[in-house]
């Protein structure tokens, strides 16, 4: 009996590496500090009324973030990892299947259980503020997709130490990641991980596209909507039409690898070729997925930060959904060298550039809106700045990619990699980091500190062009990507160091982060004002944090830039130093569920016993899954009103009036 | 317009959802329509060419019952755009994309080896 069980721990829990077994000893501390600190507290009640069963948009957003964050540590240990073992020539640090499963779980962690989340925190917190709204238009629906998120990042996870990570890439290519050469659950975890939280991501996309088209503040026109807002309708319209394919394509892996098909295998009709072909079909709009939304974060910011209004909002409104829609035209540029052969090749190659002409218009939009502008140099605005020519490097590096001919020499090559690190930290991470300093005071009600903003910042930066210029070079002496060491005849040992180095300066510049944030909770000013920036748009017209119910009264719009325009008018005497006291009607608000969190925990089990081919444990979950479904019909709870006194009284302590 | 734009889920909307008629004819139309395919495969009454394109048709005949029937795509709102209508054709252009890109990308396979 004891033998059979030592037998079974030794091949359910990962072992036999020392570094596994800190981090085991480190989940095992922290969980049970948690623990441990919400019962000594008596906080457990209040964590599941007001944090587990929210359905409070802004609430569920401050969760994603925090997600992301927690995972921006994770993946940021994967990269540090794999810098130290690149950083000499022969390094014995990480063997070389471990380092398969780091830069594996890197990129997954970093683009799906990072910067997607990130990504759905901002449209949380932002959006239905920005447009008026008191919520999303499907609460419930909201704080599902959450938690499904949530669990399936979790489940991703859970790889490190049950079972083993995936090693096969982040985008898992057969014949790799097939049964006949992949037979651990590694993969399972990896399928089940993103196919859970795919499930929240396009119920997100469904609910932000609803949220945007029905329930806009009366008056605001689609053309008057603020820019994150269109970035947000131009992303959900992706997501929409991109996850479906990626959700069924690792469907047919899964049916390959736990139904004995051959969707992609070499034998039996399968055609590997055909998953590469698919994958790039979601993975290429994907990254316009990630990536729009910081435009709209930059146009936002470019322009309060700018004391202007936004330089040619209608072609920024064009530019972004032509980006859109042309996204779904350029995947095979991920496989030229697949040899599908010169037309399809010369198809692709054009429609790639051809991305780059509107994402030019932006770039000039964005310096024709500061150019004889009152620049003021605030972290938010600083993080913009910066974007700019980081952007603008990675955006050219993209091109010359996207030259067919000449991409078969940089072909998952370093070039490659110091390309997509350069749009996606220098586009990607630096919008949403400039999106979190600029609406954090919306979020808490307080600013996050200047001093070390700005140490992170440097820090940031330096780290980023040290990392990845030498990268390109590297690329282009002939370093090919997920090598896990290299000789010292190659000649790459210098260039690696330095690149190391740089890797280091950026994990330093995220401790100036963390650290940051905890300062600045522990000596924060409260923001009276609820528009600390000076802003143009509608979430800066409500205190900071903003109410349960958001607008005590549904604001009328009748300009881009509402708050703006209100301010000059007021400024010019048109408008009374003060409003006649508002009248306050009940608000109807939607009640609190544990029905998300409890369904998706049966998906995590279900998904846990799919990768472990334990059918019961399996069925198990999805009949919890199922149960949650029946009970959420039956449900006839209307939500509740906030009666009209409360408000009032609410609105008064609020904005400090009465 | 104000009152029921800002109602996150409010029933007041007024516009119908189709009648039990209509529902019950769109049902039985799709129940038809899977079943020829089934009756003709099942008792191999055409050959292969034309059972293939029996089955296409009844296909997309079953997806525009679907969409007149169940998914009101004809509905609209007052005087708002037809979104349902943009979301379809954006939709369709997305499908043939991605089949006829698949098609033509594996077709050309292997002209690199």
Wanted: hydrophobic share 55%; proline share 5%; with cysteine.
């Amino acid at each position: 009996m004891l033998e059979n069980i030592k037998e079974f721990a030794s091949e359910f829990f990962v072992t036999g590496d020392p570094l596994i077994y800190g981090a085991d000893v480190s989940i095992a501390l922290v969980t049970i500090a948690i623990v441990a600190g919400l019962t000594y507290f008596k906080k457990w009640k209040w964590l599941w009324r007001n944090w587990l069963t929210t359905v409070d948009h802004k609430k569920i957003g401050i969760m994603y973030i925090l997600a992301a964050i927690i995972m921006m540590f994770r993946g940021g240990v994967d990269a540090l990892m794999m810098r130290t073992q690149l950083a000499i020539p022969n390094f014995e640090f990480l063997h070389p299947e471990h380092y398969n499963q780091v830069f594996t779980t890197h990129g997954v962690v970093m683009i799906l259980f990072m910067a997607m989340p990130f990504m759905f925190g901002l449209f949380n917190v932002v959006v239905p503020l920005q447009i008026g709204a008191r919520d999303v238009a499907f609460p419930f629906l909201n704080s599902l997709s959450f938690w499904l998120f949530f669990l399936g990042a979790m489940l991703f996870n859970l790889s490190f130490v049950i079972g083993g990570s995936p090693d096969a890439g982040w985008l898992s290519y057969p014949p790799l990641s097939e049964l006949q050469f992949n037979p651990g659950p590694g993969q399972n975890f990896y399928i089940w991980g993103i196919q859970i939280s795919g499930i929240g991501s396009l119920a997100t996309g469904i609910n932000f596209l609803v949220t945007i088209i029905k329930m806009r503040a009366p008056g605001m026109t689609m053309m008057k909507m603020p820019m994150f807002t269109w970035s947000v309708f131009a992303t959900c319209v992706i997501i929409i039409f991109a996850f479906p394919i990626l959700t069924v394509t690792l469907a047919l892996l899964f049916l390959d690898r736990f139904g004995g098909g051959h969707f992609f295998t070499l034998d039996g009709g399968g055609n590997p070729m055909m998953y590469i072909n698919l994958i790039w079909m979601w993975g290429h709009p994907e990254v316009y997925i990630v990536i729009l939304p910081a435009f709209g974060i930059f146009s936002e910011i470019v322009s309060v930060f700018s004391r202007k209004k936004l330089f040619g909002y209608t072609s920024m409104v064009f530019a972004m959904m032509i980006i859109a829609f042309v996204s779904f035209f350029t995947w095979a540029h991920h496989f030229f060298t697949m040899g599908s052969g010169a037309d399809v090749n010369a198809f692709f190659a054009i429609s790639t550039m051809l991305i780059a002409i509107p994402t030019g218009v932006k770039i000039f939009n964005w310096l024709f809106t500061m150019y004889r502008g009152r620049i003021r140099f605030d972290l938010p605005m600083l993080w913009t700045v910066a974007f700019i020519p980081a952007f603008i490097v990675g955006g050219m590096t993209g091109v010359l990619l996207a030259v067919a001919p000449a991409d078969f020499q940089y072909h998952n090559s370093y070039f490659l990699i110091a390309h997509f690190h350069q749009v996606l930290i220098g586009g990607v991470v630096f919008g949403y980091f400039a999106g979190m300093y600029y609406w954090w005071p919306k979020m808490f009600g307080f600013k996050l500190n200047e001093t070390l903003g700005r140490w992170s910042f440097w820090f940031w930066n330096i780290g980023f062009y040290v990392c990845f210029m030498p990268q390109y070079l590297l690329g282009l002496m002939g370093m090919t990507r997920r090598v896990s060491t290299f000789d010292w005849d190659t000649g790459w040992g210098p260039l690696n160091v330095v690149s190391t180095v740089g890797a280091y300066l950026m994990g330093i510049a995220f401790v100036f982060q963390a650290i940051q944030i905890a300062y600045s909770f522990k000596y924060r000013e409260k923001d009276t004002t609820g528009d600390i920036w000076d802003a143009h748009t509608l979430e800066w017209t409500i205190p900071s944090p903003a109410p349960e119910y958001n607008f005590a009264i549904t604001p009328v719009v009748d300009s881009r830039d509402p708050l703006w325009v209100e301010k000059q008018r007021r400024a010019a005497g048109k408008l009374p130093k003060k409003d006649a006291k508002p009248k306050y009607e009940p608000i109807h608000m939607p009640s609190n569920s544990g029905i998300p969190i409890v369904f998706s925990t049966f998906f995590f089990i279900a998904g846990f016993g799919f990768t472990f081919h334990w059918v019961w444990m399996a069925v198990l979950g999805l009949a919890g899954v199922l149960a949650c479904m029946v009970v959420r019909s039956m449900n006839d709870d209307e939500g509740f009103y906030i009666p009209a006194e409360e408000v009032e009284k609410t609105e008064a302590s609020l904005r400090g009036t009465l | 317009m104000a009152d029921h734009s800002n109602h996150a889920h409010g029933h007041n909307e007024a516009h119908a959802h189709g009648s039990v008629k209509s529902y019950v004819i769109g049902f039985v139309l799709s129940i038809i329509l899977t079943i020829i395919p089934l009756v003709v495969v099942l008792n191999h009454m055409l050959s292969e060419i034309p059972t293939i394109l029996v089955i296409m048709i009844t296909a997309v005949l079953q997806f525009a019952v679907q969409l007149f029937f169940f998914m009101h795509v004809r509905e609209r709102q007052g005087n708002q755009p037809r979104w349902n209508v943009m979301a379809l054709i954006f939709g369709l252009a997305i499908v043939l994309v991605v089949v006829s890109g698949s098609v033509w990308i594996m077709a050309y396979n292997g002209v690199g080896y």
